[in-house]
């Protein structure tokens, strides 16, 4: 189980917001305690998703591994959009992999790092061509609406599965 505690969220600058929202939850923190453990998917449960992937960064225990193995699946459920308008870009396959392979201790920063500029470079290039074709903006924001939904469902399943 990966978690965080009242005490590591305020020293990262957690939003008050959701500081207070949380601790209203759990019945007030003098109640819960500074420095009991939150595991992440209660987090995720109360504040969404957004605050619990926040939470990666602030978390009892080293959760470097975890926040980019999520990173990667989260882009590679998404990969099939981009690989069908742009079939022949590996580019962004490829950083995923390499991003893969450097959670595991398998690949160098300097592969990681030129990894994610051949994926951004992949990106940009398509944001570029899209900006050119507004049909393709209007199938694409269609699309967007239609599996967002879906989609936040997938990544926050997938979320609480990685932290449990």
């Known amino acids: ?3 965080t505690t ?3 969220a305020k020293e990262d600058g957690a939003c008050i917001e959701g500081y207070k929202k949380f601790a209203k939850s759990v019945g007030g923190i003098r109640k819960y305690g500074k420095d009991t453990p939150i595991p992440l998917s209660k987090v995720a449960d109360v504040l969404g998703l957004v605050d619990a992937i926040w939470c990666f960064k602030c978390t009892i225990e080293p959760s470097d591994k975890e926040a980019r ?3 990667c699946d989260c882009a590679e459920h998404v990969l099939p959009i981009f690989e069908k308008k742009y079939p022949e870009d590996t580019r962004p396959r490829q950083a995923i992999e390499v991003a893969r392979r450097f959670a595991y201790g398998k690949a160098t920063l300097e592969e990681l790092a030129a990894a994610r500029d051949a994926a951004w470079d992949a990106a940009w290039a398509a944001a570029r061509a899209a ?3 507004a049909a393709w903006d209007a199938a694409w ?3 967007w609406d239609a ?3 879906a989609e936040q469902e997938w990544q926050l399943k997938r ?3 990685i932290v449990s």
């Open 141 to 143: 924001d269609a699309a």
């Open 6 to 8: 009242f005490r590591l």
């Open 131 to 133: 900006a050119r074709d």
């Open 69 to 71: 193995l999520f990173a």
């Open 1 to 3: 189980m990966i978690a």
């Open 147 to 149: 599996a967002g939904d």
């Open 159 to 161: 979320f609480k599965e």
